[in-house]
């Protein structure tokens, strides 16, 4: 009822940029939060970065100042710019979607995933 479309993972050097991007489609009411999660092998899956409805915005510590995360409300679209990367951000990336489908039902999704290499 909802799919997200990932893109704009690849490899890049040390201290290079990606830009990441998500949009959601399908039986869309509303959006509440639209956000990067990743997952490195081995590691849980944790918070990147999420904007919220209203416009409130959350980091993870560890990408605060190098990454930013915006929002495209009438393409139901989510942008992360990803600047001064490091090894240790290298990981698979997934984007995730909460929000009130048409049929009144809320929603909770996530994509298949993207891969962010960063290696020398």
């Known amino acids: 009822q909802v799919q997200l479309v990932e893109s704009g993972g690849g490899l890049v050097q040390p201290g290079g940029s990606l830009r990441l991007s998500c949009a959601a489609s399908?039986?869309?009411?509303?959006?509440?939060?639209m956000g990067w999660y990743r997952q490195a092998p081995g590691k849980q899956r944790d918070l990147v970065a999420r904007?919220?409805?209203?416009?409130?915005?959350n980091y993870a510590d560890s990408v605060k100042g190098r990454f930013t995360i915006s929002r495209d409300n009438a393409k139901n679209t989510v942008y992360l710019q990803m600047n001064s990367l490091k090894p240790e951000d290298t990981a698979l990336y997934y984007c995730?979607?909460?929000?009130?489908?048409?049929?009144?039902?809320?929603?909770?999704?996530w994509g298949q995933g993207t891969q962010v290499t960063v290696s020398s």
């Open positions: 904007i919220i409805s209203g416009g409130s915005i």
């Open positions: 399908g039986s869309i009411f509303r959006i509440y939060a």
């Open positions: 995730n979607s909460r929000g009130r489908l048409t049929t009144n039902r809320d929603f909770d999704y």
